[in-house]
């Protein structure tokens, strides 16, 4: 893990965001500030807290698959003013308020939560409600605080204060960069902060937020959560997930012609809260079927094989159990996935998909298995329920229950593929970057063509581009980048490319000419849709400003 384990405290803007950002920045806090006094009878927030988005270079869909991948946080990010009004500690008092705003009052309505103070917090994930990424940081956050106060012994005396939020939040909804992660993880860090005089550990405030926001019904893999907290300024961050979360970052070489990241939004959104069961959460469950397949046909029955302990992982089987007892684990990574890439084409071999019934016939006994493990674990007779023998209805229980997806068939030939080759690009981007001084001069061309390697897959194998990110790339790529691709879950959103400076201006002009002109965007929409990117710095407080 990075230097610093906790959330820096900064006294100044000028800690948090580049020179050229500060007088844009000031503008709009003081806007934030004058929101929050207007709302709440003058008063001003006690601190504010900040989490950002980010831009994932490469390393796409394999983080709830425990690979690891290279984002970076950007300069736009979720800001929550704050004050806590001292909580009243007299026994009667069983509640707390919490009272939330937004900048943006149109369209994000204020609202007043009355709470139980020992009642969990519900949270509607059907309803598209935007205070419930708030609620979800919330529910993260007192989970935390309420689990130490028991290890202390002092449950009884905790009581959650009453909160007065304003929140800003400029990463573009439903775009790729993550506004998700940076409004969950700024909220839990705001609720922290209130609730608690302790500094606010960096790891786990990331693994908080990564769980928080699957209470909104998603099912998030780590990535933005640990690029919006742990990022450091100028460097990106390299985050890797198993045996357990760990983030370093990597500054970019200095190449010739020097590189830098350009950001292009295509103005397709896709809301994952509503497209998940066809979309997001149907490829979380692909992989787990993929793997559990992988597992069931590779590993021979009664192997025992070491659980890694990921933030994501469940007693389920999961990609790197394969290597266990397929003779992998002496191998180096790159060689790792490359046999694994051969053992799925020979394995799993039906480009149209499975059926349930199909999956179900192989993976009956390690269903079964792992359902039974389950039921001792949790102490409830699940395994024995009266559909007990029916394969389907157990395939179903262990993997279609806990997130609704919707699928006849389950492409897990082509899902594993593009989790292995997008593993094997992120070990060979990374060496590229590491072995990359004195820089060659093709260094650059090779980054790129590892991010257009993916792009492709996540085309053809994962299916999550669309045709206009597939034009955005096209136009990118013969203006002069080096790489380009989506950036994010995809099916619209954001695309990233690596452009040598000399060439940022014909890539921004093409993409002018060639897409956004064709499209009809209002000018605040035109104004956002290219920008040029830097490394920004993570998760930070801002006190007595
Ligand atoms: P977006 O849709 O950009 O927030 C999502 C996931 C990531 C990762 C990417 C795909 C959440 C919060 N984030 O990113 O964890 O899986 O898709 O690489 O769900
Ligand atoms: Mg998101």
Redesign the pocket.
Known sequence: MSSSSSVPLVASLADIYPPDALAQQAARWDRLRARFQSAYAGASPTFVARSPGRV?II??????SLYA?LPMAITADALLAVSARPSSSAASETTYTIRIGNVDEQTFPSRTFVLEKDADIAIDASASEWTNYFMSGLKGALGLLRQKARAAGKEEHFCPRDLDVIMDGTVPVGG??????AFVSASALAVLTANSDAPVDKKELTELAIVS?RSVG????????AASVLSELGSALFVSFSPHLDAKPIKFPRTDPELGFVIAQSFVTST?HDTAPTR?NLRVVECSLAAAYLNATLNPPGTTLPLDAGPLRTSLKGFHDVYASNNLTGLGPEQQLQRLIRLTEKTLTQEEGYTREELAQVLKESVAADLANLAAEEGSSIATSSDDADPVANLEKRFLSKFTVHADRFKIRQRALHVFSEALRVVQFLKLLENATPASADVNQKLGNLMNATQDSCRELYECSCPEIDDICRIARSAGAYGSRL????WG?CTVHLVPIDKMDAVKAALEKEYYATRHLTSEQKAQAVVVSRPARGSATLVGH
């Open positions: 994932n390393g796409e869909h394999i983080d709830y991948v790729g960069l993550s506004s998700s992660a926001e998603v099912y998030s893999g780590g990535m933005d959560q994952k997001y950036t994010g879950a995809g959103g």
